[in-house]
């Protein structure tokens, strides 16, 4: 069982508003991930992080930032979020052990 | 990256065997085969992955074919929990990002 989390799973916001994106795992995992989806649509790369105070854009630009100040931290912030910033936003982690990225639950981002 | 191509979807009768193919022509000799699933409304989860020979696991089993160009992921009996998006991805040695592509949907019929 994964202990990757995401909080919240849901959130509908108004344009304008800022805001942050929790993610959370306690496997010690190195590596942490934030991808974009949208409904019916494939993943996409946003942001990614190999350690601590090291963080990196993903193939897809967006406008969010991430900060790794903690190993088991990877929050996502918006500053001003815009209708365009709705989508499903998931978090994974890695650790360079293993071939595997364990997923957390998502955030639906709903910005009206 | 090298690109993989996949059905867009495929249906299977619950408790019958399904194949799901991948076609990877340029896969690089270093190249990794992984598969993961997403059931509806949940993150991806990883089913299973291998580099030239055949692999099993609790959840499926990954057949490579000798050239490596292609490769079919096996659930020996679809369950209506099976039914998600099957993507099928290749990761490079040494690398640790994953690219998803469009994936399988796969219904599985009671």
């Known amino acids: 069982e994964a202990d990757i989390y995401q909080t919240p799973r849901y959130l509908v916001i108004g344009t304008g508003k800022k805001i942050t994106l929790e993610c959370s795992q306690t496997?010690?995992?190195?590596?942490m991930y934030w991808y974009q989806q949208d409904p019916g649509m494939e993943l996409h790369l946003i942001h990614y992080?190999?350690?601590?105070?090291?963080?990196e854009k993903g193939d897809l630009s967006s406008e969010s930032t991430v900060s790794r100040i903690r190993t088991e931290h990877f929050p996502l912030t918006l500053e001003s979020a815009r209708p365009s910033h709705t989508s499903q936003y998931l978090c994974a982690s890695s650790t360079g052990g293993s071939n595997e990225q364990f997923f957390g639950p998502g955030t639906r981002l709903t910005v009206l | 990256d090298a690109k993989t191509t996949q059905p867009n979807s495929m249906e299977s009768n619950e408790e019958e065997p399904v194949h799901l193919p991948c076609n990877h022509s340029t896969i690089s000799g270093t190249d990794y085969i992984h598969w993961y699933r997403q059931l509806p409304s949940q993150g991806p989860e990883y089913v299973i992955h291998g580099l030239t020979s055949n692999v099993n696991n609790r959840m499926a089993s990954l057949a490579i074919a000798e050239d490596r160009k292609s490769s079919t992921l096996i659930l020996h009996r679809a369950t209506l929990r099976d039914a998600a998006v099957y993507y099928c991805i290749l990761k490079g040695a040494g690398s640790y990002q994953l690219t998803f592509g469009k994936g399988t949907k796969l219904s599985v019929i009671p």
């Open positions: 992080s190999y350690g601590v105070n090291s963080t």
């Open positions: 496997m010690g995992h190195d590596k």
